[in-house]
């Protein structure tokens, strides 16, 4: 693990926590560091601090997403406002924690990342789906609702049009896809996608949904994704 902050007292004390849970850290104290670092030795996953003095964690999430790493980041931030959480999650970021914060929290929320990062073997459940909007998978592939995703190589489409996602991007909508036409509700996708239900406060949700819808629809072409309100969301064709 990597961890990037600058403030020496919250860095030594999460390095010790997290050390003290069983993970193997690597503390540096500015973003040059970090990027020096993530590009040596490539840790399994990152917790950034935002704030941080030449190079902030924003632009060390950017730089290392232009370069194609996936790696699992975590935003440490003391910004509260929703737009500055949103400017986190643009940046590449798969989810953030706001200060002061909880050492559990933190861990909770790095399990569900290093989770996500190493699924489990697939058993191809039959699940159970409304037959008019029943997924095909076919080997690697994933189709309903006009969209096909190939799961190894984490593409997709809509139509012939190819779709950039981000890590949670795909992940949410391979949840929805596989469960097309079923409502999911927002406790069962928060602890599919992030392995932790953090609470009826949170954005990150409604911020990935509306990722998604941007990038899903189309002129002249029918919503994919819809919202049920005060349950969750379905993905079907209306």
Not at 186 to 191: A, E, L, M, P, Q
């Amino acid at each position: 693990m990597l961890l990037a902050e600058d403030d020496r007292a919250i860095r030594h004390a999460l390095e010790r926590a997290l050390t003290l849970e069983g993970y193997e850290v690597t503390a540096v104290a500015d973003g040059v560091e970090a990027l020096a670092q993530a590009h040596r030795n490539p840790p399994d996953v990152l917790v950034l601090d935002v704030m941080m003095p030449g190079i902030d964690g924003l632009q060390v999430c950017r730089v290392l997403r232009a370069g194609g790493d996936r790696t699992p980041i975590l935003m440490l931030t003391a910004l509260v406002e929703t737009a500055d959480r949103i400017a986190g999650l643009d940046a590449g970021a798969d989810d953030y924690v706001v200060k002061p914060f909880d050492v559990e929290e933190v861990f909770a929320r790095l399990r569900a990342l290093l989770r996500r990062t190493s699924p489990p073997p697939v058993t191809n459940p039959a699940p159970e789906i409304p037959v008019r909007e029943t997924p095909q998978v076919s080997g690697r592939q994933l189709e309903a609702a006009g969209l096909r995703m190939d799961l190894q190589a984490r593409r997709a489409w809509r139509g012939r049009r190819e779709l950039e996602l981000t890590r949670t991007e795909f992940e949410l909508l391979e949840l929805l896809v596989r469960n097309a036409g079923i409502v999911l509700d927002h406790s069962t996708i928060y602890d599919r996608i992030w392995g932790y239900d953090f609470g009826p406060g949170s954005k990150n949700l409604a911020v990935y949904v509306g990722y998604l819808r941007r990038k899903l629809d189309e002129p002249g072409a029918p919503q994919l994704i819809h919202t049920v309100r005060g349950v969750g969301y379905v993905l079907r064709e209306d």
